[in-house]
C-alpha cells in the first residue's frame, strides 16, 4: 500500500476527537534529532495527555527519551501514568506508577548476539569507508535489546547528519550488508545517519501490536504519528498493524496534529494558517 501523505489538510484529525490512545515517533517528530522538545510541543503533550494515552516509540535508548521528553513534561504537572514510553523501537516498555518508571517487558538481545552484531558493524563499516572522519560520540552503541551503529555519533549536530547521507544509499549499502552477515537478527534502518540491530521480527509493529495487547484499546482508537512511513523509513512497519497513521515533515507539523486533535491551539500559540 502506499504510505500515507503528509499531514495536510487532507490527513488531519478532526478537531476536538482524540483517539484513546495517541503513538508518535521522537526524532524529527516530537523534536528535532536528539534535541529536547519545545516549550510549546511540551505544553501541547500535557494537554494531550488530559485527553487521551500518548506513547512514544523510537530507537533511542530510555535515557534519551527522559532527556528529551520526560524532563520537559515533568515541571508542568503532566499525568505521567497516562504515557507509554517503549526505548529501540518497541523492544522495551515502560510505564509511570507510583512515580517511578517499571519496566513491562525488554527484548534483550544475547551477549552473543550482541557481540556478532558489533563485530559485524565494525568490520562492514570500515569496508564501506564509513568509520573514519570526526564523530560525535562512539558509532556503536550497545542499547540492550538493540545494538545501533551512527555513523557520526549520537551527539552529531542535526545538520551535519542531514548532509552525512541525503539519499539514504550509505545507510541501505551497509544495512544489506550487515543482514547478510546476520540472517537470525533484524537489520533496519534507523535515524538519519544511523541503522539498529534487534532480534528478528522486533520493530515498531511489534511494538504497536503489545501496546495493543497490554492496554485493551483496539488499533481503530489509536493513532501513529511519525516522520519516516515512506516504505524505506523505520515508521513504516506501524501501517500494518491497522493504525491509523498520519506522516509528519517534523515537529511542527506534529504541533498541529495535537492541536487538532485537543480542539485548538496550545496556549501561548499563536493561531495561524497551519492551525486553522
Known amino acids: 500500500m502506499d504510505a500515507p501523505g503528509r499531514a ?53 535508548h530510555f535515557s534519551q527519551f527522559q532527556g528529551q521528553v520526560v524532563e520537559a513534561l515533568e515541571g508542568l504537572d503532566a499525568d505521567l501514568d497516562r504515557l507509554h514510553l517503549m526505548p529501540t523501537c518497541g523492544t522495551r516498555y515502560l510505564r509511570h506508577e507510583d512515580g517511578a518508571w517499571r519496566e513491562v517487558y525488554a527484548e534483550d538481545l544475547t551477549d552473543d548476539e550482541a557481540a556478532r552484531a558489533t563485530d559485524s558493524l565494525e568490520r562492514r563499516s570500515a569496508e564501506l569507508g564509513f568509520a573514519e572522519g570526526d564523530t560525535w560520540g562512539p558509532r556503536i552503541e550497545h542499547r540492550g535489546s538493540q545494538v545501533t551503529f551512527s555513523a557520526l555519533g549520537q551527539a552529531a549536530p542535526v545538520d551535519v547528519k542531514q ?19 546476520l540472517p537470525d537478527l533484524e537489520v533496519r534502518s534507523g535515524g538519519s545517519t544511523s541503522i539498529d540491530i534487534t532480534r528478528k521480527g522486533v520493530d515498531k509493529a511489534y511494538g504497536v501490536r503489545r501496546l495493543i495487547e497490554a492496554t485493551g484499546i483496539p488499533a481503530a482508537d489509536m493513532l501513529f504519528v511519525g516522520d519516516r512511513l515512506d516504505p524505506a523509513g523505520n515508521d513504516f512497519p506501524v501501517i500494518a498493524t491497522g493504525v491509523p497513521c498520519v506522516a509528519v515533515e517534523g515537529w511542527p507539523d506534529t504541533l498541529v496534529v495535537i492541536e487538532r486533535l485537543v480542539g485548538g491551539p496550545v496556549e501561548g500559540r499563536a493561531a495561524g494558517p497551519a492551525a486553522e
Not at 14 to 43: I, N, Q
Not at 165 to 171: A, H, I, L, N
Request: proline letters at 8%; one cysteine or more.
Open 8 to 60: 495536510d489538510a487532507a490527513s488531519r484529525p478532526t478537531p476536538g476527537t482524540a483517539p484513546r490512545l495517541v503513538a508518535f515517533d521522537l526524532d524529527d517528530t516530537l523534536a528535532p534529532s536528539k534535541s529536547r522538545v519545545e516549550p510549546e510541543m511540551a505544553a501541547a503533550l500535557v494537554r494531550l495527555l488530559g485527553h487521551a494515552d500518548v506513547c512514544i516509540i523510537s530507537g533511542g
Open 163 to 181: 548532509r552525512w547521507d541525503p539519499t539514504g544509499s550509505k545507510k541501505s549499502a551497509l544495512q544489506e550488508v550487515v543482514q547478510s552477515d
